[in-house]
């Protein structure tokens, strides 16, 4: 039935004129430029954590929008479709990097917080405690990216050490420890 589907082909030929646009830089008429607009505000909605309900809700009554309700769940679905946000059509990398621009948003804000409060001097440890923050952030962003690998190592591939030497040397000096060092030393097993 979908095939058959006049009005849904000319919903997949306008994506793709937004597609080519972004990713080719073809050039938009004043009309396509105005409903880009539209589609980069609903997509902010989205990305600030509105519901799909939500963002339509708006769409038909923000005056920068105007829509009604059917063009409204078309520039939904564009949206999504055109931006790999994906949710609506269960799309996983969609998903993926959605929640990666969310951490990294929000992980923008935290920055700044960190920054207004270094600046200020006010208090240190919760200046410390926002920076961990950002950088967890910012870190689980890279993950959900790619960057990083989290797959674990299985036990049996990990080396193993095969011999492991600690030192430690303490200089007393009447009666006040002047120097204490701890020194490690390990061997590992060569693997084949």
């Given at each position: 039935?979908?095939?058959?589907?006049?009005?849904?082909?000319?919903?997949?030929?306008?994506m793709?004129?937004?597609?080519?646009?972004?990713?080719?830089?073809?050039?938009?008429?004043?009309?396509q430029?105005?409903?880009?607009?539209?589609?980069?505000?609903?997509?902010?909605?989205?990305?600030?954590?509105?519901?799909?309900?939500?963002?339509?809700?708006?769409?038909?009554?923000?005056?920068?929008?105007?829509?009604?309700?059917?063009?409204?769940?078309?520039?939904?679905?564009?949206?999504?479709?055109?931006?790999?946000?994906?949710?609506?059509?269960?799309?996983?990398?969609?998903?993926?990097?959605?929640?990666?621009?969310?951490?990294?948003?929000?992980?923008?804000?935290?920055?700044?917080?960190?920054?207004?409060?270094?600046d200020?001097?006010?208090?240190?440890?919760?200046?410390?405690?926002?920076?961990?923050?950002?950088?967890?952030?910012?870190?689980?962003?890279?993950?959900?990216?790619?960057?990083?690998?989290?797959?674990?190592?299985?036990?049996?591939?990990?080396?193993?050490?095969?011999?492991?030497?600690?030192?430690?040397?303490?200089?007393?000096?009447?009666?006040?420890?002047?120097?204490?060092?701890?020194t490690?030393?390990?061997?590992?097993?060569?693997?084949?």
């Open positions: 039935m979908r095939q058959n589907n006049k009005y849904l082909e000319k919903v997949y030929e306008e793709d004129v937004y597609r080519q646009h972004i990713f080719d830089g073809k050039e938009l008429t004043l009309k430029e105005d409903t880009l607009q539209k589609l980069e505000i609903m997509r902010g909605w989205l990305l600030a954590g509105l519901s799909d309900v939500d963002t339509i809700k708006l769409a038909k009554t923000d005056e920068r929008i105007r829509l009604q309700d059917r063009r409204a769940r078309e520039l939904l679905a564009m949206t999504y479709e055109i931006f790999a946000e994906l949710r609506q059509l269960r799309n996983r990398e969609g998903i993926k990097y959605m929640y990666s621009e969310l951490f990294r948003s929000v992980a923008d804000k935290v920055l700044i917080d960190y920054e207004r409060l270094r200020s001097g006010a208090d240190p440890k919760a200046a410390a405690a926002l920076l961990r923050e950002y950088r967890s952030m910012i870190k689980e962003a890279a993950v959900i990216d790619g960057a990083f690998d989290t797959s674990k190592i299985p036990d049996e591939q990990k080396k193993k050490p095969t011999k492991i030497v600690i030192k430690r040397k303490t200089v007393i000096n009447n009666g006040k420890v002047e120097k204490d060092e701890l490690e030393e390990a061997n590992y097993e060569i693997s084949n």
